[in-house]
């Protein structure tokens, strides 16, 4: 009787805990499909994030704080997460989000770049800044 | 939205041609009488026997779903908004990862934020970047499959920040 009774209460448990999974999982397929054209969206030229990262990357190499090696290796990783969301593929993605961590900073510097120049102004540089922000946070919940 | 939209929505009984109860129904009348009074029926009866029914009638040939929309728009544009989302996505077989109510009303909190930095260069950039802002984050918070970032709805959230950052400014 007793050995019956916590047979059942481990069925139970096990039952609870593969619909607790199940759900879990799919409640995070449907956000990477979400978010994975949400991120494309934001990071396409010609005035995405990926805009802000080649003007970043010019930036720093022509006030001289980035060498024609390191430009060369940042442009590596630039390309790859530049195919990787255009591939749409979550996986792909995923793979390249420490490129993201290394180009982020360009990123921010192109839009200070931006604002310096006078193509947009603080309020705009603000929510530009907030976009590069949202991306990174977007990514991290991929 | 829900389906009891005040603003927006269709009339409970259809085709009777009576407008929404409420503020907007106010306006409507009152743009009613405006056109009855406008209008050359009024002003110069065509007949000796024409009555102010008469010319109401006229004064009626613009319907008054189209009027209800105008004075909504006028009203408040974040519902106009949302009227507009709702009825796009339903068209389109589309749906967003939050109710059309909170959507409109991050669209609001976006388009006020364009409408602060309206005198600033760039700010057709500000607006696609607060566009993709706004899918960012519904992305974020979507736990079931969603349209978020669907060119359709791209589309109609940048619209509605433009035009709803225009109605704050002007």
Same mark, same amino acid.
């Given at each position: 009787?007793?050995?019956?009774?916590?047979?059942?209460?481990?069925?139970?448990?096990?039952?609870?805990?593969?619909?607790?999974?199940?759900s879990?999982?799919?409640?995070?397929? !449907?956000?990477?499909?979400?978010?994975?054209?949400?991120?494309?969206?934001?990071?396409?030229?010609?005035?995405?994030?990926? !805009?802000?990262?080649?003007r &970043?990357?010019?930036?720093?190499? $022509?006030?001289?704080?980035? &060498?024609?090696?390191?430009?060369?290796?940042v442009? $590596?990783?630039?390309?790859?997460?530049?195919?990787?969301?255009?591939?749409?593929?979550?996986?792909?993605?995923?793979?390249?989000?420490?490129?993201?961590?290394?180009? !982020?900073?360009?990123?921010?510097?192109?839009?200070?770049?931006?604002?310096?120049?006078?193509?947009?102004?603080? &309020?705009?540089?603000?929510?530009?800044?907030?976009?590069?922000?949202?991306l990174?946070?977007?990514?991290?919940?991929? | 939205?829900?389906?009891?939209?005040?603003?927006?929505?269709?009339?409970?009984?259809?085709?009777t041609g009576?407008?929404?109860s409420?503020?907007p129904?106010?306006?409507?009348?009152?743009?009613?009488?405006?056109?009855?009074?406008?209008?050359?029926?009024?002003?110069?009866?065509?007949?000796?026997?024409?009555t102010?029914?008469?010319?109401?009638?006229?004064?009626?040939?613009?319907?008054?779903?189209?009027?209800?929309?105008?004075?909504? *728009?006028?009203?408040?544009?974040?519902?106009a908004?949302?009227?507009?989302?709702?009825?796009?996505?339903?068209?389109?077989?589309?749906?967003?990862?939050?109710?059309s109510?909170?959507?409109?009303?991050?669209?609001?909190?976006?388009?006020a934020?364009i409408?602060?930095?309206?005198?600033?260069p760039?700010?057709?950039?500000?607006?696609?970047?607060?566009?993709?802002?706004?899918?960012?984050?519904?992305?974020?918070?979507?736990?079931? *499959?969603?349209s978020?970032?669907?060119?359709?709805?791209?589309?109609?959230?940048?619209?509605?920040?433009?035009?709803?950052?225009?109605?704050?400014?002007?």
């Amino acid at each position: 009787m007793r050995t019956s009774k916590i047979l059942a209460v481990a069925l139970a448990a096990t039952l609870l805990l593969s619909c607790c999974t199940a759900s879990c999982h799919a409640s995070m397929r !449907a956000k990477a499909e979400v978010l994975s054209p949400a991120i494309a969206a934001a990071w396409e030229a010609p005035s995405g994030v990926e !805009a802000d990262v080649e003007r &970043g990357i010019v930036d720093a190499m $022509q006030d001289g704080e980035m &060498g024609s090696a390191e430009s060369v290796d940042v442009r $590596q990783s630039f390309y790859a997460l530049d195919e990787a969301i255009e591939s749409g593929s979550v996986d792909a993605i995923r793979a390249r989000i420490r490129d993201w961590t290394r180009l !982020a900073p360009l990123a921010r510097r192109g839009v200070l770049d931006r604002y310096d120049d006078g193509e947009i102004g603080f &309020g705009g540089m603000q929510i530009f800044l907030e976009r590069i922000d949202n991306l990174t946070a977007a990514l991290a919940a991929l | 939205m829900s389906e009891g939209d005040p603003i927006i929505s269709e009339p409970a009984v259809p085709d009777t041609g009576n407008p929404p109860s409420g503020e907007p129904a106010a306006a409507i009348d009152a743009i009613f009488a405006a056109e009855a009074k406008l209008s050359p029926a009024a002003a110069e009866p065509a007949t000796p026997d024409a009555t102010p029914e008469s010319s109401t009638a006229l004064a009626s040939s613009v319907p008054k779903s189209v009027l209800a929309d105008r004075v909504a *728009a006028a009203v408040d544009p974040v519902a106009a908004f949302r009227g507009t989302l709702d009825s796009t996505l339903a068209e389109v077989g589309l749906r967003l990862a939050v109710d059309s109510t909170e959507a409109a009303t991050m669209v609001a909190a976006s388009a006020a934020k364009i409408a602060s930095i309206a005198h600033e260069p760039g700010l057709d950039l500000a607006v696609r970047a607060e566009r993709d802002n706004l899918a960012l984050r519904l992305g974020i918070r979507t736990t079931q *499959a969603a349209s978020v970032a669907d060119a359709q709805v791209l589309g109609l959230i940048h619209a509605g920040i433009r035009l709803v950052s225009t109605a704050r400014v002007t």
